[in-house]
């Protein structure tokens, strides 16, 4: 974002809605690296056990609500985000499951 600032890309200048989107694919990608950075200090610390398909579904959804947000600038159309911008709300969804099941598991371990 900041290079097409920085090299003055019309594309990216002149476009009220794309640098909207992008600036939320930017804002969702670097906050859900945080959230992942820190998932991995708790089950480093043995804090948390997660099951294989809560880690599963964390990094993915991590990965596709921003790249969702991404594709709905890159290709979109007057005043509406592109098609791409529905893989937000399944990362979304993911990310949700994925936290619940490393809830989830903090709470069984706590509980034996």
Known sequence: MESLI???VP???RDE???EIFRLAHTHGTLLNLVLL???LCIDRGLVSPSKIGLLLLRIGAILMPVGFLLGG???TEGEPGLGVWLAPLGGIL???GVVDMAF???KMRKS
């Open 11 to 13: 594309a990216y200048l």
């Open 6 to 8: 920085g090299y003055r």
């Open 17 to 19: 809605l794309r640098r």
């Open 74 to 76: 890159i290709w979109h």
């Open 38 to 40: 820190g998932a991995a």
């Open 95 to 97: 990310v949700i499951l």
């Open 105 to 107: 598991s903090t709470w």
